[in-house]
Nanobody, 124 residues
Framework: QAQLVESGGGLVQAGGSLRLTCTASGLPFSLSAMGWFRQAPGKEREFVAAITWNGAGTRYSDSVKGRFFVSRDNAKNMVYLQMNSLKPEDTAIFYC?????????????????WGQGTRVTVSS
């Protein structure tokens, strides 16, 4: 059974850092592009970052570019999101998602598997 489990969320002050981890099982992780999305209260789910199956390519939303960094370890079936210089507007539930196939997408509809999410709260 395919499963994605996020961890690493929490409460942090503005300007601080967090690293989110997503652990995959039961799916072809090394053949999947991975994405991070977030959903703030009252808002739609939005793209944050993505990485190709081999880590060679990454993509970021304009709102996080230069502050967030996505990486993966295929040997461990893990993908990471390093978040620096956090802002209150980054407060959201963060989800990781897997898209079977080499290329990522910024559109959540193309992702096949989803985690349950981890909450990130940034205080001002």
């Amino acid at each position: 059974q395919a499963q994605l489990v996020e961890s690493g969320g929490g409460l942090v002050q503005a300007g601080g850092s967090l690293r989110l981890t997503c652990t995959a099982s039961g799916l072809p992780f090394s053949l999947s592009a991975m994405g991070w999305f977030r959903q703030a209260p009252g808002k739609e789910r939005e793209f944050v970052a993505a990485i190709t199956w081999n880590g060679a390519g990454t993509r970021y939303s304009d709102s996080v570019k230069g502050r967030f960094f996505v990486s993966r370890d295929n040997a461990k079936n893990m993908v990471y999101l390093q978040m620096n210089s956090l802002k209150p507007e980054d407060t959201a539930i963060f989800y990781c998602a897997a898209k079977v196939g080499s290329q990522y997408s910024t559109d959540y509809v193309y992702y096949n598997y989803w985690g349950q999410g981890t909450r990130v709260t940034v205080s001002s």
